[in-house]
């Protein structure tokens, strides 16, 4: 949390009716403040598990990327229709 100090207090403090239109706007800022922290401390903390994950991190150095980047599509189409092969006689019995 962000340690701000205190809004200044009215005299009139039992007689409060509402906030000012500058009161309303700190509280705005402060709102949007503490959202663009939590934002930053997600996307640090997402970086840091994409790296610390070499298997899934989705980019062109993990073992995924280097793998799906090593096929053509005619090895995929291949792929497909020896599965494809394999799966059909299971579902022509039922």
């Known amino acids: ?9 009215s005299p009139e403090q039992n007689a409060w009716k509402g ?3 500058e009161e309303m706007q700190m509280q ?3 709102v949007q403040a503490r959202m663009e922290i939590q934002k930053y401390r ?19 150095n993990s073992l995924l990327g280097r793998i799906a980047g090593a096929f053509t599509i005619v090895e995929y189409i291949s792929f497909a229709v020896k ?4 799966v059909a006689p299971i579902f022509k019995k039922k």
């Open 1 to 9: 949390m962000i340690n701000l100090p205190p809004y200044q207090q």
């Open 19 to 21: 906030m000012t239109l």
């Open 28 to 30: 705005r800022a402060l």
């Open 42 to 60: 997600l996307n640090t903390n997402l970086a840091g598990l994409k790296e610390s994950t070499p298997l899934l991190s989705g980019g062109r």
């Open 83 to 86: 599965l494809v092969r394999m």
